[in-house]
């Protein structure tokens, strides 16, 4: 879970300071609601698919070397949803503080 919050944490910051604002402390709460949405949220994509993986590996479900190719899909598929997440965040955050 803290591995989901330092990557949620780091696509707020470089997308947020894309961001020009009169108030940031507005800018500083939109962004930690924007955290508390997404963490749990990636944290549940990931960490479900991950356990169910090493899961299947430990009761020698499936091979090792199948293992590692799911893995590796996984970690790419995720990458591919954090730039989808990023546009997300950027257009989530100007929306907020345009009320």
């Known amino acids: 879970m803290l591995f989901m919050y330092i ?3 780091i696509i707020c910051s470089i997308q ?3 961001i020009e604002v009169q108030n940031q402390e507005a800018l500083k709460e939109t962004v930690d609601v924007i955290k ?3 963490v749990p949220t990636n944290a549940l994509m ?3 698919i991950l356990g169910n993986t090493f899961g299947k590996l430990k009761d020698k479900v499936i091979e090792e070397e199948k293992a590692k190719r799911r ?3 996984i970690l790419i598929a995720f ?3 954090l730039f989808f997440e990023a546009g997300y ?3 989530f955050i100007t929306g907020v ?3």
């Open 71 to 73: 893995l590796i899909f």
């Open 16 to 18: 947020s300071s894309e």
């Open 97 to 99: 503080l345009r009320i």
């Open 89 to 91: 965040i950027k257009n």
């Open 46 to 48: 990931l960490l479900a």
């Open 79 to 81: 990458i591919v949803v």
């Open 7 to 9: 990557v949620t944490s």
């Open 36 to 38: 508390l949405i997404l």
